[in-house]
């Protein structure tokens, strides 16, 4: 057995775990890898309401992979990264979207991807996707009970508003009557009124005659009587 | 007039000897090349010795140093981007930032300095006391070609040890990146290696590996040309700074010329 001395293996692995790195850069960058036939894609999620650990990822309905991990990232704010075990074979694209569906009544959720019509470059092991939307039955029962609670004051605003017109409308009636009355007590004062002042214009026209008649006769005596 | 005499003499002394320093560089690096003629009388056994106590001396042995100075770097350069990237919105170009600093640039730049201050000096001052030893002369006498026997092995010794440091130096920046970014952000571990290694292409290594290798070769040569200059004993440390001057200088133009050639 050939035996080496104690600089000659420090430098053998001084050549040695450089070449190994490189090696390991070079495999990983041209796209190789000595894993399994699956790759891991992280779905960056805000909430865990519906994504568990076995949530399948489909594309168009046809299961491509499960989540087998989720964690949390707490910097800079709280987030999950769910890790979603996908066949290898399976092309997917970074700028694909990756929505949350519920399968049925139950919710139990789904994970559906779709690649994108204009393809980028093709998802390697560890990448990240956001997952763009996220619906699920809570939150729709949340949203109709937001939306009835909406509803219902709605309707109480009206009926409030209804219940201050009435009485509105009752005070302006009761107003409108006393006005007339008062307006018919004015006609009926203004009517004796007016009895008396004809009959003040009769005599006063009856005076006027009587003077204009004494004028005819004798204008000369009726301008001067008196000044002597 | 006879100031103007003066100056002209002067620069023209300067030029010629610029140029004559050129020529005897270029004649020496001949001589290298064809010492490979001789290379089938050389036994490989008899410079193993001298390629793995040089590879030890350049590479082992500034190990520590360099995981120190790159590991501060990672961590300066990772300081500098997580307290200033936010402010502009590019806090996910942390990985990116690396890259083109540490692997592209400060790596290879400061792995050579690191080499030339420790190793290159020593080069040149060993030679130059073997010289002065009649060493050289004495292996010249046997029919031993120094150019193979002590220019030879400190070529390879250099370019193993100057490709293995920038990897190293690489990897050690990263890593030290990583512990100081967890300080502040918390990114897990293969999201932050999947973003250097998104980052990274095979264009920075090839220009990485070409870096080494020109290091490697240029080092050793300029240092060894310096070192065979002195004609006397007092001369020794003139030649030895001038050697990590000189090799100091051409790695700066080697590096700017490997950056324009790959990145512009």
Redesign the interface.
Known sequence: MVKF?K??I??GL??L???I??LI??T??LGYSIASSTIDI?LKIDSLTSVKKGTPVKIKGYTIGRVVEL?P????TLHF?ATMRIEREIELYENCSAVILNQNVIGDPAIEIKNPEKKGEALI????IEGIEYVNLEAVLQDVHLLLSTLTGTVNMFKDITIDSRNNLRVLVSDLSVSVRKLKEILDDSQKDIVTLLSSFRQTSEVMTEISKEFKKNPMKFLFEGKK | MNLNLKLASLVGKKVISYWEGIVNFRDFCVSIIRSFHSMKYLRFRSIYRVI??Q??FT??DT?PFIILISMMIGGTIIIQSITQFPKFGIEGFIGNLLVIVVARELGPLATGLIVITRSGSAIAAEIATQTQNKEILSLEIMGIDPMLYIVFPRIIAAV??L??LM??FD?VAFFGGYIISQM???I?I??FF?TL?DA???ND?IATLLKSVSYGILIPIICCYYGLKPTSKFEVPIYVSKAVTRTLFTIFIINALISVFFYL
């Open positions: 001395e600089n000659e420090r430098v001084f050549i775990i450089p070449g790195i490189l850069f070079t990983l960058k992280y964690k990232v707490y910097k800079p990264l092991n560890h990448d990240i | 793995i106590n590879t030890k590479g082992i190990l193993i040890s490709f293995s990897i190293l990897v502040t952000v918390s897990p293969d999201v999947q290694l990274f292409s095979l290594l």
